[in-house]
DNA sequence: AATATTCCCGTTTTT
DNA sequence: CGGGAATATT
């Protein structure tokens, strides 16, 4: 087992080698934390326990199947437990379903089923969707869900009407959900959080099974997710978590920061490992990320270092607006590409999609490939979630949403006024749809009777599936339901439905080869849990476009950050009057950084056009705080001769901090000072004397005017 | 029931 | 400006 410990640095190979107890470890980018944390699953496994006893969760589907191929290359021995936090949840409410109170065969309903039955349950709650958007009823819901307050708990604490309006809408929403037998993404860390803090007995089984608990991206946890980890490791504590705090991104989405920045508290002997050394970037990029970083408050302190080379500077450029910098940002790298760079280890982040458009412009007019990142894709195509809609009727009869998605197609004359009368029927009965079709009389159904009986038939035909394996089960759903022949008519050439049902039949297959034993519903929940099968092909000779979000994790040698601009880089709503969370939005920057090996090229823009409107632009104060000597400053910007740049700055460039005595400088007139700012509902209007004596007024947006700080005026830089 | 039109809304999105 | 969804049209 020595070779475990082999071509390790000094904590990495502390965190190897330890065993027993709690551990944090605090993986700096590009530390070799996915190297240490295979290498440490594989020693445990070789010497105080058994691989099968070991159990490692992540985040993503990808990051699991990573660590379950590195640490099988490391030779131990196969049964060890990899897998996100959803799939351990889901798999386990499965076995325990009678302890938790859930049916057996539960549905997993994703995003898209959850918006349907939220609407469905502000119509029953006679509330309209103009009043209460269901976006922000649904966040609500996520909400409590993430912090385990159930709609009951919900209901208590509601304190004004808008809360016990929506305290309404969550119960609905939970009786919806228990009828159909569905849990939710959110209700699969609850519900297992919940049912873990009231049976000690099956913490005590279940830390049995799982004597060693490892975590990956702790910095991502949500509350639900804390307790789970909490629980699973009671009485041994021989939890292991590995992440970085100044990598955390998602408290947006529930995840709670403070778990990994009191890890000691919660587990007072923890063993805490720093990896500091930096095996991916330049001197260069490490400090300039670094200097930035350390602009937050709520963090640990880690000191990265690495023995790369300086490198080249980070450059920072500006541009007039979206197109030229994307256009020039296209340029550039193409010129990178023809001096022998690999395009696949070329990338451009940005931290809205939106930015996307006018580099894929620019891609396509260079002729150059290039790939979007955007996860998702396969299992929510229509062809697919028609077939998977089918299987889930097969599995539980009981869901309505799935049910209702495919009563009519392809096809079969059963139309609205049919299906409202059938959802009539079934509510505020504990009958589903597909009961009321069976149980209820011709006159009842009315004209549509004779194709309903048709249906029910053909349900009636498919529901011995469930014991069937998931490919044969497939076969036979596409070829009874109509929706081969449906889909194999119209054979866009652009994506042909038809090659994608066959990807699922192929998906099936290799999953049914895999898991022999494995039932409809297990391959059910698989499509459910897993999704990421057409994210981003690596390999592929094109230049890598997406969010910063989606950066995370990744490293390329050429890396592109646009869009460095007050309110896009760090993000602020337009009616928000606070900018979110400003540490959260360093800390996505940081991340962004931290992903060039080599070269690092952050830009902004003077005018943003977004959302067809076209407003000038501040730029970020991010820059102001990268080291100066680290960074290559706009000289001047390329399509304004006499416009003078400012390298560096304290004050805020904020357009909205304008106010009278604000100093100016205009490309014509010079330095100026804001004699009079007057806001209207519509429009800001300057009023400004200049130095050399003439004194103009502009409407601020249109104004070229560029803030100017005082200390800069006498200082010629 | 399929297609055209208008309307609305706008950050990130591991499962 | 542009995509998705709700609504109107044939």
Redesign the pocket.
């Known amino acids: 087992m020595e070779h475990l410990l082999q071509e390790l640095n000094e904590p990495q190979r502390e965190a190897v080698a330890h065993t027993d107890g709690p551990l944090l470890i605090l993986a700096g980018p590009g530390s070799g934390k996915t190297r240490v944390v295979t290498r440490r699953a594989a020693h445990l496994a070789a010497t105080v326990t058994r691989a099968y006893k070991i159990l490692a969760i992540t985040?993503?589907?990808?990051?699991a199947t990573e660590m379950r191929e590195r640490i099988d290359s490391l030779g131990v021995a196969p049964g060890m437990t990899v897998c996100?936090?959803?799939?351990l949840c889901a798999k386990l409410l499965r076995i325990h379903h009678d302890r938790v109170g859930v049916p057996a065969n539960f549905t997993i309903f994703d995003?898209d089923d959850r918006r349907k039955i939220i609407?469905q349950a502000i119509a029953d709650s006679d509330l309209s969707?103009?009043n209460w958007?269901p976006?922000a009823i649904e966040s609500a819901i996520g909400d409590a869900k993430n912090h385990m307050v159930s709609a009951a708990e919900f209901a208590e604490q509601a304190s004004d009407w808008r809360e016990r309006t929506i305290a309404r809408v969550y119960t609905q929403y939970e009786a919806i959900l228990t009828k159909m037998g569905g849990l939710d993404?959110?209700d699969l860390l609850m519900r297992m959080a919940v049912v873990l803090s009231r049976d000690s007995q099956l913490c005590m089984d279940l830390e049995d099974r799982f004597s060693y608990v490892l975590i990956d991206?702790y910095q991502?946890t949500n509350d639900a997710q804390y307790l789970i980890a909490k629980q699973l490791t009671q009485q041994r504590k021989n939890l292991c978590a590995t992440g970085d705090p100044d990598q955390s991104?998602?408290g947006?989405?529930?995840?709670n920061i403070e778990n990994i920045l009191a890890f000691e508290k919660d587990y007072p002997n923890a063993k805490v490992v720093r990896l500091e050394q930096n095996y991916r970037s330049t001197k260069r990029v490490l400090s300039a990320a670094s200097a930035l970083i350390a602009g937050n408050s709520q963090r640990k302190e880690k000191s990265l270092w690495t023995e790369n080379a300086d490198g080249a500077r980070i450059r920072v450029v500006e541009y007039e607006n979206g197109d030229e910098e994307a256009a020039l940002v296209v340029r550039d790298l193409a010129q990178r590409i023809r001096e022998g760079q690999d395009a696949s280890s070329v990338a451009v982040f940005y931290?809205?999609?939106?930015l996307s458009?006018s580099l894929e412009e620019a891609f396509l007019r260079e002729g150059l490939p290039y790939q979007i990142a955007?996860?998702?894709e396969f299992y929510n195509r229509k062809e697919i979630r028609d077939v998977l809609a089918y299987m889930r009727v097969v599995v539980n009869p009981a869901d309505d949403v799935a049910l209702l998605r495919i009563i009519?197609t392809p096809?079969r004359?059963?139309?609205?006024t049919t299906v409202n009368r059938l959802k009539d029927f079934a509510k505020g009965t504990q009958q589903s749809i597909l009961e009321v079709v069976n149980t209820r009389s011709a006159e009842d159904l009315g004209r549509s009777a004779k194709k309903l009986k048709t249906f029910a038939e053909l349900m009636q035909r498919l529901a011995p599936l469930f014991e069937l394996p998931p490919a044969k089960a497939l076969d036979t759903i596409l070829r009874e339901s109509g929706l081969r022949a449906m889909y194999a008519q119209n054979i866009d050439l652009d994506d042909a439905p038809a090659g994608n049902l066959d990807e699922l039949l192929s998906a099936a297959s290799v999953y049914q080869e895999d898991f022999p034993e494995a039932t409809l519903i297990d391959w059910l929940e698989h499509t459910a849990?897993?999704?990421?099968v057409d994210a981003v092909e690596d390999g592929r000779a094109a230049v890598t476009l997406?969010?910063l979000?989606?950066a995370k994790g990744l490293e390329f040698d050429v890396v592109y950050v646009i869009g460095w601009e007050e309110g896009l880089l760090p993000?602020r709503?337009?009616d928000?009057i606070e900018s979110?969370d400003v540490e959260e939005e360093r800390r996505?920057a940081f991340v962004g950084m931290t992903r060039a090996r080599k070269r690092l090229t952050l830009s902004y823009v003077r005018y943003r056009?977004m959302?067809?409107i076209t407003e000038r632009s501040v730029r970020s104060p991010f820059l102001d705080e990268l080291p100066y000597n680290e960074v290559e400053w706009p000289t001047k910007a390329p399509t304004r001769a006499n416009k003078r740049q400012i390298p560096s700055g304290e004050l805020p460039h904020d357009i909205e901090e304008w106010h009278m005595g604000s100093l100016v400088r205009h490309p014509i007139h010079g330095l100026g000072q804001v004699m009079e700012i007057t806001k209207g509902a519509r429009r800001t209007h300057v009023d400004v004397q200049f130095k050399n004596g003439s004194r103009r007024s502009w409407v601020l947006e249109f104004a070229d005017l560029e803030r100017v700080d005082f200390d800069e005026v006498g200082d010629a830089r």
Do not use: C, P
């Open positions: 985040f993503t589907n990808k990051a996100t936090f959803h799939a995003r609407k969707t103009t958007q976006s993404f959110d991206e991502d991104i998602y947006w989405r529930g995840a931290r809205v999609n939106s458009r955007r996860g998702v009519n096809t004359g059963i139309g609205n849990l897993v999704s990421d997406m969010t979000h989606a993000f709503r337009r928000q979110s996505l056009m959302r067809g």
